[in-house]
């Protein structure tokens, strides 16, 4: 996915790059991470009752112009046009999310990118216990360090891998994926039902995630935590404050309603 208004300086701009632009790992390494800790994953369209585009130009208005975050198929889908500029290929996975109680659809879009002969998992877009670099698509059941989280690949009874993480102590299964093609225009059903249905999450409260070197900040609602060398605190926010907050931590200003 590529159009003629993405620029590769204005994104490396956006996301505080200063580094070299080569199509290798190192280079993804550091563009996802930067791009992890300077465009927050929100759902403040949605929360406004408007649509979320998934037009490219779209998603390069919106998080690089307009300084917004967006959520995975946002999130990705600008990190695959910076992939293009660089001369690297990726492919699409639908990942179904593990962590409900009951059965879900495969809405959770990610990606893959192989390097010299390995492929690697890619996903800037899973919120608050989202992996922070890329993950060796052949490294399982191995607990991988990212930073002060801890993050692992395992392989389902159905086929799938499925991404864990370490949750106070205990291992969480967050997605499941396999490698069956999928096309960006089969993600359309998918957003259209996170941005509408009444019972996904992103339509009844504000979830925000902004990734920090040592840790990540995330409003769930009116619960604001914040993960800092290993160390969480959890205070709550009245409602009059939420856009102090927006502002002041993850550098947002939520739109006019619909």
């Not at 999310?97 to 390995?118: M, N, Q, S």
């Not at 670099?133 to 607990?143: G, I, K």
Request: net charge negative; hydrophobic share 40%; aromatic share 12%.
């Amino acid at each position: 996915m590529f159009v003629d208004t993405f620029k590769l300086d204005d994104y490396c701009q956006r996301i505080q790059y200063l580094g070299e632009l080569k199509p290798d790992l190192v280079t993804v390494k550091a563009l996802m991470q930067q791009h992890l800790t300077t465009i927050p994953f929100e759902n403040l369209t949605v929360l406004a009752g408007k649509a979320v585009s998934l037009k490219p130009e779209d998603l390069i208005e919106k998080l690089i112009y307009q300084q917004r975050g967006g959520y995975c198929y946002e999130m990705n889908g600008l990190f695959t046009m910076a992939l293009t500029a660089l001369g690297l290929d990726y492919q699409w996975v639908a990942a179904r999310p593990l962590f409900y109680p009951v059965k879900r659809p495969r809405t959770h879009a990610a990606l893959i990118v192989k390097f010299e002969g390995v492929e690697w998992l890619l996903d800037l877009g899973f919120g608050s216990y989202g992996i922070r670099e890329p993950m060796r698509l052949d490294q399982l059941s191995q607990p991988i360090p990212q930073a002060y989280d801890q993050f692992m690949l395992t392989q389902e009874a159905d086929g799938d891998l499925a991404v864990q993480a370490l949750v106070d102590g205990s291992w969480v299964k967050q997605y499941g994926f396999n490698r069956n093609a999928i096309d960006w225009i089969d993600f359309l059903p998918a957003n259209w039902m996170n941005s509408t249905h009444p019972e996904a999450i992103f339509t009844q409260k504000p979830v925000i995630v902004l990734f920090t070197p040592d840790g990540r900040k995330i409003l769930f609602g009116q619960s604001f935590k914040t993960y800092q060398a290993g160390r969480v605190s959890l205070k709550e926010i009245p409602p009059e404050q939420l856009d102090q907050v927006l502002k002041q931590e993850f550098n947002l200003i939520r739109p006019n309603h619909a």
